[in-house]
């Protein structure tokens, strides 16, 4: 079955402007957590949801937000982009019922630059 | 808030050769999953290895297994009979509330010809 897929794979923007990143989480997966990876701070939890409901937030600044659909696909969106938000945003997907703690299937990332 | 180290930046090892690739972590839970994650350079994280704090015996995956210290709060990866393909970024992780996992900086293992 088709694995967890991120849009757009690259996107460069300015400084100022804001960004929506998309995930399609594997058919029948109901959660999906969202992680930002750079080089200097690594990886970082920014949120999880589940049935359209964030269950779980990282510590990021308002600026980072996002949803989830009922078709369980979810989308991010950066507002406000400064330089140090160039990372690479991963999407990842589970079952994720109540007290499950299961694999997380990752996509492959939306690489954004911000100049 | 929980934290997870990994003490080695790099690693190299020759192919055909057993390596292993050093976590530690910090909790105050007595029951909690633990996880090492390998991130290829096409970048797909996929999960290597799993092991829950309450069993005592080490996971098993094939060629790779664990060393679960948990008193020690040690969790590390054995790579036997390593591969070409095992050369990737690979994370240590501890799960920390539903669906959210606490990473380590990462080791970037080398594997020479």
């Known amino acids: 079955k088709a694995g967890v897929t991120q849009t757009p794979r690259y996107l460069i923007k300015t400084r100022g402007q804001q960004v929506t990143l998309s995930c399609s989480p594997i058919?029948?997966?109901?959660?999906v957590s969202w992680y930002q990876q750079t080089p200097g701070q690594g990886l970082q939890f920014l949120f999880e949801?589940?049935?359209?409901?964030?269950?779980n937030k990282g510590n990021f600044p308002g600026r980072f937000s996002g949803r989830q659909f009922s078709n369980s696909r979810s989308e991010m969106n950066v507002s406000t982009l400064e330089l140090g938000d160039s990372a690479l945003y991963l999407c990842?997907?589970?079952?994720?019922?109540?007290?499950?703690?299961?694999?997380?299937?990752f996509g492959e990332g939306s690489r954004l630059t911000v100049l | 808030a929980q934290t997870v180290t990994q003490s080695q930046p790099e690693m190299s090892v020759q192919e055909a050769e057993t390596v292993t690739l050093s976590c530690t972590y910090d909790?105050?839970?007595?029951?909690?999953?633990l996880f090492w994650y390998k991130q290829p350079p096409s970048r797909q994280m996929i999960l290597v290895i799993r092991?829950?704090?309450?069993?005592?015996q080490n996971a098993t995956e094939n060629r790779f297994s664990v060393n679960f210290q948990k008193a020690a709060k040690s969790f590390s990866l054995k790579i036997s009979d390593s591969q070409l393909g095992d050369a990737a970024m690979y994370f240590c992780?501890?799960?920390?509330?539903?669906?959210?996992?606490?990473f380590g900086q990462g080791t970037r293992l080398t594997i020479n010809p």
């Open positions: 949801y589940f049935s359209e409901t964030q269950r």
């Open positions: 909790t105050s839970e007595s029951d909690y999953y």
């Open positions: 990842a997907s589970s079952f994720g019922g109540v007290g499950e703690t299961g694999e997380l299937f």
């Open positions: 992780a501890q799960e920390e509330g539903a669906q959210k996992l606490v």
């Open positions: 092991q829950e704090a309450y069993k005592q």
């Open positions: 058919s029948g997966h109901r959660s």
